[in-house]
């Protein structure tokens, strides 16, 4: 009888992934949906939300320490064969920035680097928003940068270094985003503003699962996928699109 390979199926046997930025809603989940791979995980938090991660224990190396201490990064992605990386535009001291420089920096030669962000950042001027997102976003920018809570000019700044860097990167932009049972993996575009994004919703679980299986897919190396859930109406109306 032949012998059975347990990691055929199992894409990161013997890999090394870090998840900068475990302790949220989306890191816990990548977390969850790479240890399911078969990765090995290194997880780098705030020290004041390791204790969100408590139900890893035992399974995961954690790192503590703010995701844009370059000293931090460092030593969380050396080894590592990717990196996925929450981008967070909190504060007003460019944190998403740091974060992303840090990891470029950083990360082993010829790893995979997959971050995440929101649609709102536009990879070229093909990527088409409708005047009321574009209102929206304006005023809200505008007031959460006054109130020093949110600076979402910085993880543009962040996505246009990453866009510049000739390393293996994919940054996936999330449509607003729910709670809920897996749909699948998301379908994708190239561009904001494509009907299959219409319905401009995808299950977080989901957006996990795309971030974690960007890292096996080379087709999506220095792509920006914007993406949607694969049961939303949009998605079902035009199916057939690149997903
Ligand atoms: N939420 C949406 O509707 C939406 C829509 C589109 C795209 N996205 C993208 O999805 C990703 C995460 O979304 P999520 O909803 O899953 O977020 P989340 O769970 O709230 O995670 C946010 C991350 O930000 C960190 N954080 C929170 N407050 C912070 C602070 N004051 N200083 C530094 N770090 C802080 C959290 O770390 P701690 O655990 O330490 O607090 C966590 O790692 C982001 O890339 C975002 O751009 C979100």
């Given at each position: 009888?032949?012998?059975?390979?347990?990691?055929?199926?199992?894409?990161?046997?013997?890999?090394?992934?870090?998840?900068?930025?475990?302790?949220?809603?989306?890191?816990?989940?990548?977390?969850?949906?790479?240890?399911?791979?078969?990765?090995?995980?290194?997880?780098?938090?705030?020290?004041?939300?390791?204790?969100?991660?408590?139900?890893?224990?035992?399974?995961?190396?954690?790192?503590?320490?703010?995701?844009?201490?370059?000293?931090?990064?460092?030593?969380?992605?050396?080894?590592?064969?990717?990196?996925?990386?929450?981008?967070?535009?909190?504060?007003?001291?460019?944190?998403?920035?740091?974060?992303?420089?840090?990891?470029?920096?950083?990360?082993?030669?010829?790893?995979?680097?997959?971050?995440?962000?929101?649609?709102?950042?536009?990879?070229?001027?093909?990527?088409?928003?409708?005047?009321?997102?574009?209102?929206?976003?304006?005023?809200?920018?505008?007031?959460?940068?006054?109130?020093?809570?949110?600076?979402?000019?910085?993880?543009?700044?962040?996505?246009?270094?990453?866009?510049?860097?000739?390393?293996?990167?994919?940054?996936?932009?999330?449509?607003?985003?729910?709670?809920?049972?897996?749909?699948?993996?998301?379908?994708?575009?190239?561009?904001?503003?494509?009907?299959?994004?219409?319905?401009?919703?995808?299950?977080?679980?989901?957006?996990?699962?795309?971030?974690?299986?960007?890292?096996?897919?080379?087709?999506?190396?220095?792509?920006?996928?914007?993406?949607?859930?694969?049961?939303?109406p949009s998605a079902i109306a035009h199916a057939?699109?690149?997903?």
């Amino acid at each position: 009888m032949e012998p059975i390979s347990l990691g055929a199926s199992n894409p990161g046997t013997g890999k090394r992934v870090c998840v900068v930025g475990a302790s949220g809603k989306l890191g816990r989940y990548m977390v969850q949906h790479a240890l399911d791979r078969g990765y090995e995980v290194v997880g780098v938090c705030r020290q004041q939300s390791v204790h969100k991660l408590a139900g890893f224990e035992g399974r995961i190396m954690v790192i503590p320490g703010a995701t844009d201490d370059r000293a931090v990064i460092a030593r969380a992605v050396r080894g590592c064969d990717a990196v996925l990386t929450v981008l967070v535009p909190w504060g007003v001291n460019h944190y998403a920035s740091g974060t992303a420089q840090a990891v470029l920096d950083h990360a082993d030669p010829g790893a995979r680097l997959v971050f995440s962000c929101g649609w709102h950042v536009a990879r070229d001027e093909k990527d088409v928003y409708s005047w009321k997102f574009k209102v929206y976003a304006a005023v809200l920018g505008r007031l959460a940068k006054l109130a020093r809570a949110v600076d979402v000019d910085d993880q543009v700044e962040a996505c246009r270094r990453i866009f510049a860097s000739d390393t293996s990167w994919t940054v996936v932009r999330g449509s607003d985003l729910e709670e809920g049972d897996s749909q699948g993996l998301p379908v994708w575009s190239r561009h904001v503003g494509d009907p299959v994004l219409a319905s401009n919703l995808t299950r977080r679980v989901d957006f996990a699962r795309f971030m974690v299986e960007a890292v096996e897919n080379h087709a999506l190396v220095q792509e920006a996928p914007a993406i949607v859930g694969r049961l939303t109406p949009s998605a079902i109306a035009h199916a057939g699109g690149p997903a």
